[in-house]
C-alpha cells in the first residue's frame, strides 16, 4: 500500500497520475484542485466586489473585516443559513438536479486542465474534445433549471441562455480547431488533441499560438476570448441573468445554498475557460519567453517572481494596516490585517526555498496568466454597457462564427505552405 | 494504459444505460423521458471508451448528448405537454407491439446463441494514441464522398427544419 | 469473473434496441416516440463500434456517420412536430388522422 503511493513519487515519473495508473495521487490531485477552485471562487468573490468598487470610484464592503475581507465568509454563511423555498408547482427532481449538472459539467473540465507537464489529473488523448463535450453539458442544467422553476421569467431566461451558450460554443470550437492545427506544425506533421501536448508543442515551436502565423493567431485568440465571456454568461452578454432585465434569469427561484451552488458553477466555468484559453494560446504552464532569455541567470531571476508577488501582497496590506485610523475599532482590524499580511510574507519567505521555488515555477505562471483572466472579466463588467439580446445573437452567428472560420483556413493555408 | 476493474465499470455503465432506457419508455413527463434518455447516452458515451473509441465517444457527448438533447427539451418547453400528462400514456395496440418487440428479442437471442463461435475474439490491437489520427486519416482518405454527402445532407436539414418551422413560409 | 466480450457488447445493444421498438410501438407521445427511435439509432452505434474493434476503424467512422444523421433526422423530426402542433394542438400520435376515410 505504501509502496503504491511512494511508487508514483520514487522514480521520478513523467506522467500524470492518471496516466500513470495510480488512483490514490489522483485523488490527491482532484483534492487539491477542488479546493484551489473554492480558494479562488472565495477571493473571486471579494476581488470582484472590491475591483468593481473602485473601478465605479467608490470603495467597497469595508465593514465585516479589515477592507472586508470577510465579506465572502459571511456571505457565504447567510446563504447556507437561508430558508430552502421550492416553488409550488415546481418539478422537485429536476429542481434539485439542475445545478448538480451545471457543477458537474464545470468540474469536470479540470480534469484535464495541466499545471504543469506532470500536473494534471490526467491527459488523455481526447482531452481537448472531452472539454468541449462536457462543457456543451452545462447547457442542459440551465434549461432544466428554467424549466422546472414553473415560471415565466426563468423560463425565458433559460431558454436565451442555452440559445447564447449554443452559438457561441461553435465559435469556441472553430479557434480551437485553429489552435490545434498549429500544432500540428512539427517534424512528423501529426497534431495532437491531448492539452499537454498542446503545451508542450508551444514549446517546441518556441512559440505562443496567440503570436503565431501573426495576426491569425491572435485573431483566433481573441475569437475565443469573446466566446468565453459569452459561454459563461458574464457581462456583457449577461442578459439572461441580470437583475434589471429578467429579475436574474433561470436561477431567479433559487435561494439559499442552492443559489450558491449556481455561482460557484458561474466562477468555476470562468476559472475553467481561462485556463483553456491560457492552455491553447499563452503557452500553458511555460514562463514568459523561455527562448530569448534564457540561461541559469534568466531562469533564477524568473523564479523569485512567486515570491516577489507574495512580498508585494503583503506589502500593500501592510500600507492599508499603518494607514487605518487610530481608535480601538480600527486597531482590532488594523492587527487582523497585519497578521494576514505576515502570512503573507510567511509564504513569500517560503517560496524562496530553492526546492520550492523550482517546483512551484510551473503552477504559478498557470496561475498568473489565469489570475489575468479573471481581472479581464471583472473590469468587462465594469466597462461594457449589456447587449440586448438579437444583437448578441449577431454577434455570435454574424460576426464570431465567418471570423472564426475565416482564421482557420488561413491558419491552414499557412501551415501548408510554411511546412 | 492496462485497463482497471473491467467488469464492473461494464456491468455499471450498461446496468444505467438499460435503467435509462426503461425510463425513456415509460415515464409520463416528456422531460423525465429526456433526462433519462441523457443519461443512457452519457452511459453509451462511457462503454464506447471501454471499446477503446474515445473519438465516438467525445462525438458522442458532443453532438448527441450536448447537441440533440438540448433541441429535444427546447422542442418539449415550446410544446408543452402538461395536457398531455393526464391522458393514457400507451396506445390501444400495447399488447401486440410489446409481443412484436419481445419476439424480436428472443430472436436476437437466439441468433446469439447460435452464432456465438462465429466471433473471433483476438482483438485487434487498435493503439489508442492515434485513433484520432487514424479516423480522420479514414474520413478524409476512403470515406470523402460519404464525407461530403453528409455536410450536404446536415445542410438540408438545417434548411427543412427552418422552413417547417417557421410560422409564414 | 467471466472476461467482458464482444458478445456482452452485442446483448446490451440487443436490449437497447428491444427496448427502442417497444417505446417506437407502444407510446402515444410523439416526442417519446422519436426519443426511443434515437435509443434505437443508439443500439445500433454501440453494435458497429463492438464489432469494430475486432475488425479495424471502419466500424467507429460508420458510427460517426450514423450520429450525424440521427442529428440531421431529429432537427427534421422535431421540425414536423412543431408544425403539427400548430395545427392541431396535440402531440397525441392517435390524433394524426386528418387523412383517415
Given at each position: 500500500m505504501l509502496n503504491y503511493i511512494t511508487s508514483y513519487l520514487d522514480k521520478n515519473v513523467q506522467v500524470t497520475p492518471g496516466q500513470a495508473g495510480n488512483i490514490f495521487w489522483a485523488l490527491v490531485?482532484?483534492?487539491?484542485?477542488?479546493?484551489?477552485?473554492?480558494?479562488?471562487?472565495?477571493?473571486?468573490?471579494?476581488?470582484?466586489?472590491?475591483?468593481?468598487?473602485?473601478?465605479?470610484?467608490?470603495?467597497?464592503?469595508?465593514r465585516v473585516g479589515p477592507h472586508g475581507l470577510l465579506q465572502p465568509i459571511a456571505d457565504a454563511l447567510k446563504l447556507i443559513l437561508k430558508e430552502d423555498i421550492i416553488p409550488e408547482g415546481a418539478d422537485t427532481v429536476v429542481f434539485w438536479f439542475a445545478p448538480l449538472i451545471i457543477l458537474l459539467a464545470v468540474f469536470s473540465v479540470y480534469c484535464v486542465i495541466p499545471f504543469g507537464p506532470t500536473h494534471a489529473i490526467t491527459d488523455m488523448n481526447i482531452g481537448l474534445l472531452f472539454m468541449l463535450g462536457v462543457s456543451s453539458l452545462g447547457v442542459l442544467g440551465i434549461v432544466m433549471a428554467g424549466w422546472a422553476s414553473n415560471s415565466h421569467y426563468p423560463l425565458?431566461?433559460?431558454?436565451?441562455?442555452?440559445?447564447?451558450?449554443?452559438?457561441?460554443?461553435?465559435?469556441?470550437?472553430?479557434?480551437?480547431?485553429?489552435?490545434?492545427?498549429?500544432?500540428?506544425?512539427?517534424?512528423?506533421?501529426?497534431?495532437?488533441?491531448s492539452m499537454i501536448g498542446i503545451v508542450q508543442a508551444q514549446q517546441s515551436q518556441h512559440i505562443w499560438f496567440a503570436f503565431k502565423f501573426f495576426p491569425l493567431g491572435l485573431i483566433a485568440f481573441v475569437v475565443?476570448?469573446?466566446?468565453?465571456?459569452?459561454?459563461?454568461?458574464?457581462?456583457?452578454?449577461?442578459?439572461?441573468?441580470?437583475?434589471?432585465?429578467?429579475?436574474?434569469?433561470?436561477?431567479?427561484?433559487?435561494?439559499?445554498?442552492?443559489?450558491?451552488?449556481?455561482?460557484?458553477?458561474?466562477?468555476?466555468?470562468?476559472?475553467?475557460?481561462?485556463?483553456?484559453?491560457?492552455?491553447?494560446?499563452?503557452?500553458?504552464?511555460?514562463?514568459?519567453?523561455?527562448?530569448?532569455?534564457?540561461?541559469?541567470?534568466?531562469?533564477?531571476?524568473?523564479?523569485?517572481?512567486?515570491?516577489?508577488?507574495?512580498?508585494?501582497?503583503?506589502?500593500?496590506?501592510?500600507?492599508?494596516?499603518?494607514?487605518?485610523?487610530?481608535?480601538?475599532?480600527?486597531?482590532?482590524?488594523?492587527?487582523?490585517?497585519?497578521?494576514?499580511?505576515?502570512?503573507?510574507?510567511?509564504?513569500?519567505?517560503?517560496l524562496l526555498l530553492p526546492p520550492v521555488r523550482t517546483g512551484i515555477q510551473d503552477i504559478y505562471w498557470f496561475v498568473a496568466k489565469i489570475a489575468v483572466f479573471l481581472y479581464l472579466f471583472i473590469w468587462y463588467r465594469a466597462t461594457f454597457p449589456r447587449y440586448r439580446f438579437d444583437q448578441l445573437m449577431k454577434v455570435g452567428w454574424k460576426v464570431l462564427l465567418p471570423v472564426g472560420l475565416g482564421v482557420l483556413i488561413l491558419t491552414a493555408a499557412a501551415g501548408v505552405v510554411t511546412g | 494504459m492496462t485497463p482497471v476493474a473491467t467488469p464492473?465499470?461494464?456491468?455499471?455503465?450498461?446496468?444505467?444505460?438499460?435503467i435509462g432506457g426503461l425510463l425513456v419508455i415509460t415515464r409520463k413527463n416528456a422531460v423525465h423521458s429526456a433526462l433519462a434518455l441523457i443519461l443512457t447516452l452519457l452511459a453509451q458515451a462511457g462503454l464506447y471508451l471501454m471499446l477503446y473509441a474515445p473519438f465516438v465517444a467525445g462525438v458522442q457527448i458532443i453532438l448527441y448528448a450536448g447537441g440533440i438533447m438540448v433541441l429535444f427539451l427546447f422542442v418539449i418547453m415550446l410544446v408543452n405537454l402538461e395536457r398531455m400528462q393526464k391522458e393514457k400514456q400507451f396506445n390501444k395496440q400495447w399488447l401486440v407491439g410489446l409481443v412484436a418487440a419481445l419476439s424480436l428479442g428472443a430472436m436476437f437471442v437466439a441468433v446469439y446463441v447460435r452464432g456465438r463461435a462465429l466471433f473471433p475474439e483476438r482483438a485487434v490491437s487498435l493503439p489508442e494514441a492515434q485513433n484520432t489520427q487514424s479516423i480522420g486519416l479514414m474520413l478524409y482518405g476512403n470515406y470523402m464522398f460519404a464525407f461530403e454527402i453528409a455536410s450536404l445532407l446536415l445542410l438540408v436539414a438545417i434548411i427543412g427544419a427552418v422552413v417547417m418551422a417557421k410560422k409564414r413560409i | 469473473m467471466v472476461p467482458i466480450t464482444t458478445l456482452h457488447y452485442l446483448v446490451v445493444a440487443a436490449a437497447l434496441f428491444v427496448l427502442g421498438v417497444i417505446g417506437v410501438l407502444t407510446r402515444r407521445n410523439v416526442v417519446i416516440v422519436l426519443m426511443s427511435i434515437e435509443l434505437i439509432l443508439n443500439a445500433v452505434n454501440l453494435n458497429l463500434v463492438a464489432f469494430s474493434r475486432l475488425w479495424g476503424l471502419h466500424g467507429q467512422v460508420f458510427a460517426i456517420f450514423v450520429i450525424t444523421d440521427a442529428a440531421a433526422e431529429a432537427a427534421v423530426g422535431l421540425g414536423i412536430l412543431i408544425a403539427f402542433f400548430r395545427n392541431k394542438e396535440t402531440v397525441n400520435v392517435d390524433e394524426v388522422d386528418l387523412l383517415k376515410w
Open positions: 490531485y482532484i483534492l487539491c484542485v477542488f479546493g484551489g477552485v473554492s480558494l479562488v471562487v472565495v477571493c473571486m468573490n471579494w476581488l470582484e466586489r472590491k475591483i468593481l468598487a473602485h473601478m465605479q470610484v467608490r470603495i467597497g464592503p469595508m425565458i431566461g433559460a431558454l436565451r441562455s442555452s440559445a447564447q451558450m449554443v452559438s457561441y460554443e461553435i465559435a469556441m470550437g472553430l479557434a480551437v480547431v485553429s489552435a490545434v492545427l498549429m500544432t500540428s506544425l512539427n517534424a512528423q506533421g501529426t497534431g495532437t488533441l475565443f476570448a469573446i466566446a468565453m465571456v459569452a459561454e459563461t454568461n458574464r457581462a456583457p452578454f449577461d442578459l439572461p441573468e441580470a437583475e434589471s432585465e429578467l429579475t436574474a434569469g433561470f436561477h431567479t427561484e433559487y435561494s439559499g445554498l442552492r443559489w450558491s451552488l449556481f455561482m460557484l458553477g458561474e466562477y468555476a466555468g470562468m476559472i475553467a475557460v481561462s485556463s483553456i484559453a491560457t492552455t491553447l494560446w499563452l503557452g500553458g504552464w511555460m514562463r514568459p519567453f523561455p527562448n530569448l532569455l534564457r540561461g541559469a541567470a534568466w531562469d533564477m531571476a524568473f523564479s523569485l517572481f512567486p515570491a516577489l508577488t507574495f512580498f508585494g501582497l503583503a506589502g500593500l496590506t501592510f500600507y492599508g494596516a499603518a494607514r487605518m485610523a487610530k481608535t480601538s475599532f480600527f486597531r482590532v482590524q488594523a492587527m487582523g490585517l497585519a497578521g494576514f499580511g505576515a502570512v503573507l510574507g510567511v509564504i513569500g519567505l517560503i | 464492473f465499470f461494464f456491468y455499471m455503465l450498461s446496468g444505467l444505460m438499460i | -
